[in-house]
């Protein structure tokens, strides 16, 4: 079966850090372009980056409003892709969810809450 | 960054058609863009309906169809059902970055 599955999630204060995971099984991930998407309360979906396949040099790109904060990063032995946040604001509360385009349906997410 | 966009709302009748249209700030929409189309439901977690502009997934019903059309990527419902009614987003690709559209909440009524 394909899927992803986040975690990480929490409570944490303006200023923190934060390292999200996602691990993915059922596709080949070594080969998978893996995005990070957010969506804070009430809001829509947001892109926040995406770290290419290591045959495509492992590249990373990320959206403006996390650039220089948030650094994604892959482990191929374990499938697995993480999201390091840090410099925490408020407005980066949200459920965060990865992604790639052989997973139709994606993980239930996992919620970051930046509060004092 | 470029800025994509959608109709914020539209209704369907059970049933009927409806075409949702996602835009690109940059110019025309093209498959270089690789559209994709994901829908959301109240409380559930996004699922991909279309990719690579009209790819669809084992589980996309047959009823939802992906295009480009008049310059903009397309998601077409043919016969309309309650359980279609949801938000769906577009997501665009560009030079070193993704962008999703605002999203169009679907009443189907």
């Known amino acids: 079966e394909v899927q992803v599955v986040e975690s990480g999630g929490g409570l944490v204060k303006p200023g923190g850090s934060l390292r999200l995971s996602c691990a993915a099984s059922?596709?080949?991930?070594?080969?998978?372009?893996m995005n990070w998407v957010r969506q804070a309360p009430g809001k829509g979906l947001e892109w926040v980056g995406r770290i290419k396949s290591k045959s495509d040099g492992g590249i990373t790109d990320y959206a403006a409003p996390v650039k220089d904060r948030f650094t994604i990063s892959r482990d191929d032995s374990t499938n697995t892709v993480y999201l390091q946040m840090n410099s925490l604001k408020a407005e980066d509360t949200a459920v965060y969810y990865c992604s790639n385009r052989a997973v139709p349906f994606w993980g239930q997410g996992t919620l970051v809450t930046v509060s004092s | 960054q470029a800025v994509v966009t959608q109709e914020p709302s539209l209704t369907v009748s059970p049933g009927g058609t409806v075409t949702l249209t996602c835009g690109s700030s940059t110019g025309a929409v093209t498959s270089g863009h690789y559209p994709y189309w994901i829908q959301q439901k109240p409380g559930q977690a996004p699922r991909t309906l279309i990719y690579d502009t009209n790819n669809k997934h084992s589980w996309t019903p047959a009823r939802f169809s992906g295009s480009l059309l008049g310059g903009k990527a397309a998601l077409t419902l043919s016969g309309a059902q309650p359980d279609d009614e949801a938000d769906y987003y577009c997501?665009?690709?560009?030079?070193?970055?993704?962008?999703f559209g605002g999203g169009t909440k679907l009443t189907v009524l």
């Open positions: 997501f665009l690709s560009y030079s070193g970055a993704r962008v």
């Open positions: 059922g596709f080949s991930f070594s080969s998978a372009w």
